[in-house]
T-cell receptor, first 115, second 112 residues
């Protein structure tokens, strides 16, 4: 059972480049989300999805797009990378919205540096 | 007042000691509470949920004080492997678009 799988683990981009962070889960979770974690800021929600075909914005959505075409996959796209997007990104999934019934399961993170 | 607040620490504690730390939340309507553990450069993992009556899991005890709006985590007989950052998570606090608000974490260092 792989759980939540994120790729890549590390990435370096130049300002203005675009890329997609991949996230897949094999637990049939309806809820998936993307967070970024910066020193002193804690985890901040970027986008989330409560099921296939449904996505919504979190507290820091600017510069990011998501889609949820299947239950398993929830990719995060950086449209035009900026140094302010240098961060550690975590994908998470859960049976219920907000992890109220089952815990959030996190992927092992993507460390992104934008130069 | 921030929605979920934690003392960032670090808490430096000798091995075998008991350590406790709190997390305060601002919204009295908050519904669910959790403690997550995050090791350095790793993903957060659920440590335990916090129930109204308090709950215990081995050396770990979590308690909720609704009147004063805080949750606590107590670790007895601390081990070197307990060194980590402990994140408080509150559901239904009004913050977070998906209803979850994370604290910034308390850094715990267990010293031999």
């Amino acid at each position: 059972n792989a759980g939540v799988t994120q790729t890549p683990k590390f990435q370096v981009l130049k300002t203005g480049q675009s890329m997609t962070l991949q996230c897949a889960q094999d637990m049939n979770h309806e809820y998936m989300s993307w967070y970024r974690q910066d020193p002193g800021m804690g985890l901040r929600l970027i986008h989330y999805s409560v099921g296939a075909g449904i996505t919504d914005q979190g507290e820091v959505p600017n510069g990011y797009n998501v889609s949820r075409s299947t239950t398993e996959d929830f990719p995060l796209r950086l449209l035009s990378a900026a140094p302010s997007q240098t961060s550690v990104y975590f994908c998470a999934s859960s049976y219920s919205r907000g992890g109220g019934i089952s815990p959030l399961h996190f992927g092992n993170g993507t460390r992104l540096t934008v130069t | 007042r921030k929605e979920v607040e934690q003392d960032p620490g670090p808490f430096n504690v000798p091995e075998g000691a008991t350590v406790a730390f709190n997390c305060t939340y601002s919204n009295s309507a908050s519904q669910s509470f959790f403690w997550y553990r995050q090791d350095c450069r790793k993903e957060p993992k659920l440590l335990m949920s916090v129930y109204s009556s308090g709950n215990e899991d081995g050396r770990f005890t979590a308690q909720l004080n609704r009147a004063s709006q805080y949750i606590s985590l107590l670790i007895r007989d601390s081990k070197l492997s307990d060194s980590a950052t402990y994140l408080c998570v509150v559901r239904g606090s009004g913050g977070g678009a998906d209803g979850l608000t994370f604290g910034k974490g308390t850094h715990l260092i267990i010293q031999p």
